[in-house]
């Protein structure tokens, strides 16, 4: 069945810091991929996505591109906030019913 | 706007009870779906439904049970409350497909004694 398996937290960066926060599938199909961010007390809420191969999805300063060779749709931000500190969940959906599949998460801590 | 509404936001529970958790959205959303989020283990999905009047099983269905009656409304019902279903429950919807992202709400955290 579909896995997504992500980079294992938590993780600590000083303000400005660059992060990196690593994630790879396996899926039977072609499917969308997804980065959710999810805030304290909150649920999680889209922050960015791909929807074929070397697609790059970008928002507030994050990316990520769809890498099929490679089965990767790392996330990247040059220089992160504070206002970054969330859990990040990597996730799949694919052509079967729209399922998703989610990673474990990884919580960021992003200190001034 | 409200998106995805879950009521309640919490809830103690003994075990044995019952209860239901509700789930409405109002984007005229195809398909809804029931996870659970416990600590290290991301979400896992239990039940979801691809339009009124259609369930079926996720990846975690045991110890639950879904109605979709209405097209935005998707029920979770927990018939005998465990310890085990101690969680923070989420409800999503989307459109069809597979391009188009989930929308969740605040979640509902349910503690069994």
């Known amino acids: 069945g579909d896995s997504v398996t992500q980079m294992e937290g938590p ?22 991929l997804f980065w959710y961010v999810q805030y304290p007390g909150e649920g ?10 070397d697609d790059k999805g970008s928002n507030k300063g994050f990316e990520a591109t769809y890498r099929k060779e490679t089965t990767s749709f790392h996330l990247e931000k040059g220089s992160v906030q504070v206002s970054d500190s969330a859990v990040y969940f990597c996730a799949l959906k694919d052509t079967n019913a729209g399922k998703s599949t989610f990673g474990d998460g990884t919580t960021l801590t992003v200190k001034p | 706007n409200a998106g995805v509404t879950q009521t309640p936001k919490f809830r103690v529970l003994k075990t044995g009870q019952s209860m239901t958790l509700l789930c409405a959205q109002d984007m005229n959303h195809e398909y809804m779906y029931w996870y659970r989020q416990d600590p290290g283990m991301g979400l896992r999905l239990i039940h979801y439904s691809v339009g009124e009047g259609t369930t079926a099983k996720g990846e975690v269905p045991d110890g639950y049970n879904v109605s979709r009656l209405k097209k935005q409304n998707f029920l979770l019902g927990l018939e005998s409350a465990a310890p085990s279903q101690t969680s923070v429950y989420f409800c999503a919807s989307s459109e069809g497909g597979y391009t188009g992202e989930l929308f969740f709400g605040e979640g509902s955290r349910l503690t069994v004694l």
């Open chain 1, 11 to 32: 993780v600590t960066l000083s303000e400005e810091a660059f992060l990196t926060i690593n994630c790879t599938y396996t899926a039977t199909g072609y499917p969308s």
């Open chain 1, 44 to 53: 999680l809420q889209l922050l960015l996505k791909a929807t074929k191969a």
